[in-house]
């Protein structure tokens, strides 16, 4: 008895091989492979075991129980065993060229004796004959191939009633044998289909000829050095063109009827599924269905892949016609008769697997949820796996398939999560860029309490006693000059010292509600304007009032509006515009003035950067804008043009403080 269960299934997946290319998705005839965490598995329960996803998986993900082990083990054991070939096998071994041979080779792995399943088909096209001649039978689906058998049960259940009464020829010829050779022998079947194993339990173990090649490849069995061999009895007929197209047909001599309508062929899981639509709108009315779920059983799973199909069709008819023309018909019918005693029928019980059909209202769900809302939405590119776009959904809405597998949708998914990744890269580094800002200003600034608290004292009583020194020393007097150098160089120091104070102390804001026109104006009074620096302001708000702090405002804005006058020595426009964008406040001031060198646009906010020369700049300006700003959650960005070929030169500081 086969040896597969539900634990075990016939057909499914090896973990960790599946690629998800959902090329069994599309092949699988009935829907029975759902993707679940990454891999595609098969719904033991709506599987038909047509092996279709076995043959198609180009990594070799899809297998099915294997009898080999069991099979050797009988070989090993002290019973007697019985190869029953299928007569498939001269498709599959065509290399070699003499079938004693092949006979030979398997009496050598062991078997005790070599049956051909075909002598069961011979038994079984004469009852096909009956029923195709009975004129009260009016339509009939043959009921020899157990993947078609397990899909109308399935998945027609309203079709079982049409299912030939007829058990296959493999059921046939396991009666045949066990009559013949007693039952204390091991059967195994051996043939191209993977359905064969879940058919019936009427053989010891069902190997495909896959499985027969690792037998004889495991024991090194090969053409050389074997003693060719007869089959052992019965010698079949005709029945050993079943496993072509219309075999079935050859194997019975029915050919009056086919051509006029009566028997249908069909092969290959697009076709008789086809032709079962068809049968069940009742359009093949009184007709005969020979279907195959494979393109012929010489194609099917159980086969190993390579060999030409047209090369496997023409070794099976060169191996029935030499077969045919040595038969002895007599001694052939005369052993048909032997086992006419062979109850040769068989009943179907439907067993239901198919599933409701969603709501229009689910589909709909479903398909707008893969954006998929208009006509032209719908590519239809199969790419799912699915024929088209609805039936995906459908599937979805099954819990068969998942969104994701959809294309298209999942390569706009990505498109979106890479400018996602693009933008939150961009924020990520300019983050990156202010903390080193941030840093930079936080060492300074510790650096700068340290200092200047040292300083300030000595330095007060230094410009102190200077300037006392400076008033008192009468002007003419040799070391005045002196004097007044000291007292002016001192007082720079002051105001370093003073900046570098400010510097520090800024780690607090004191937000007052301000009226912004009339702070940027009283802002222009912080500085001395020279004649040739013109200032215009331009306010496109409504409501002037805002969140800051004055005093480190006023600090921050004339800081940058120096600047500008600083950068317009031979005059300009000094130009501050107020305007809204959503919740924040920007502050456009932009001079006309030489512009900042590309080189130095990076460095202006560091900690005395200047290029003002020893005398005249500190450096800490800008420094002190950029901390005042982010005091504010504010953001600071310059744009410059220095270069007068690239139109008019001058530099444009941006603040956009939140209003609140
Ligand atoms: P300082 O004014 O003491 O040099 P800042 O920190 O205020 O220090 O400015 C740093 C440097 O940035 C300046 O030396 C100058 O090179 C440049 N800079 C700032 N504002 C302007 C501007 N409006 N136009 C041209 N260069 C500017
Ligand atoms: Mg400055």
Avoid at 66 to 74: A, H, L, M, P, Y
Avoid at 439 to 454: D, F, P, T, Y
């Amino acid at each position: 008895m086969c040896n597969y269960s539900n634990q075990n299934p016939l057909v499914f997946t090896i973990k960790g091989l599946c690629r998800v290319c959902y090329t069994c998705v599309r092949e699988c005839p009935v829907k029975a492979i759902k993707i679940i965490d990454g891999q595609a598995n098969i719904i033991s329960k709506r599987c038909i075991a047509c092996g279709n996803c076995v043959i198609v998986c180009s990594q070799g993900a899809k297998t099915y129980y294997s009898s080999v082990k069991k099979v050797e083990n009988f070989i090993r054991s002290k019973n007697k065993t019985m190869l029953c070939i299928a007569p498939s096998f001269a498709a599959e071994f065509t290399e070699i060229k003499n079938y004693k041979i092949f006979v030979g080779m398997l009496k050598e792995v062991g078997f005790d004796y070599i049956t051909e399943v075909s002598f069961g088909a011979d038994l079984v096209a004469e009852k096909y004959k009956d029923i195709f001649e009975n004129k009260k039978i009016k339509s009939v689906i043959t009921s020899d191939c157990p993947a078609i058998v397990n899909y109308i049960t399935h998945y027609h259940p309203d079709l079982v009633q049409f299912l030939a009464p007829i058990i296959t020829p493999a059921m046939a010829m396991a009666e045949v044998v066990k009559q013949k050779y007693g039952n204390n022998l091991k059967v195994v079947f051996a043939g191209p289909c993977i359905a064969k194993k879940a058919e019936s339990n009427c053989f010891d173990e069902n190997l495909t000829f896959i499985e027969l090649r690792k037998i004889l490849e495991n024991k090194n069995i090969s053409q050389k050095n074997v003693t060719a061999s007869e089959f052992d009895n019965p010698i079949s007929g005709k029945g050993a063109f079943f496993p072509v197209n219309h075999g079935l047909l050859k194997s019975i001599d029915k050919t009056a009827g086919f051509g006029k309508g009566e028997v249908i062929t069909a092969e290959g899981k697009v076709k008789f599924k086809e032709a079962i639509n068809e049968f069940e709108k009742g359009f093949l009315e009184n007709h005969h269905l020979e279907l195959l779920c494979c393109d012929g059983c010489i194609e099917g799973p159980g086969m190993s892949k390579g060999v030409p199909k047209l090369v496997k069709r023409m070794n099976i008819n060169k191996y029935v016609n030499n077969k045919l023309s040595k038969l002895s018909y007599e001694k052939w019918e005369k052993e048909k008769n032997d086992f006419l005693n062979i109850d040769l029928s068989r009943t179907f019980e439907p067993k239901d697997r198919r599933l409701k059909k969603p709501a229009k209202k689910e589909i709909k769900k479903i398909l707008v949820s893969m954006h998929k809302i208009q006509k032209n939405d719908m590519l239809n590119c199969g790419a799912c796996g699915y024929i088209n776009c609805e039936e995906h959904a459908i599937a979805v809405c099954e819990g068969l398939a998942e969104i994701e597998m959809c294309l298209p949708y999942t390569i706009e998914k990505l498109h979106n999560l890479v400018d996602d990744l693009n933008k939150s890269h961009k924020k990520l580094s300019d983050t990156k860029q202010a903390l080193k800002q941030s840093e930079k200003l936080a060492s300074m600034g510790q650096l700068s309490a340290g200092i200047a608290h040292e300083l300030n004292n000595p330095l007060g009583i230094i410009t102190l006693y200077s300037s006392i020194l400076k008033d008192e020393i009468d002007s003419k007097n040799d070391i005045y000059e002196d004097i007044k150098i000291i007292d002016e160089q001192a007082q720079r120091c002051k105001t370093i010292v003073g900046g570098l104070l400010n510097f520090a102390r800024k780690n607090k804001v004191n937000l007052k509600e301000t009226n912004i026109i009339d702070f940027v104006k009283h802002s222009f009074k912080s500085f001395v304007k020279p004649d040739n620096v013109e200032i215009k302001l331009v306010v496109e708000i409504e409501n002037p009032i805002v969140q800051i702090d004055n005093e480190q405002m006023m600090q921050a804005i004339t800081n940058i509006e120096k600047n500008a006058v600083e950068a317009m020595p031979k005059g300009g426009i000094l130009k501050v515009k107020i305007f809204n964008e959503k919740n924040n406040i920007i502050f456009e001031i932009s001079d006309t003035g030489i512009g900042i060198a590309e080189e130095n646009r990076e460095k202006i906010f560091t900690p005395f950067f200047t290029t003002k020369g020893a005398n005249k700049g500190t450096g800490l300006g800008l420094p002190l804008v950029y901390g005042i700003i982010k005091m504010h959650k504010g953001k600071i960005n310059v744009k410059s043009n220095n270069k007068p070929e690239n139109g008019q030169t001058g530099t444009t500081f941006i603040i956009s403080i939140p209003r609140n």
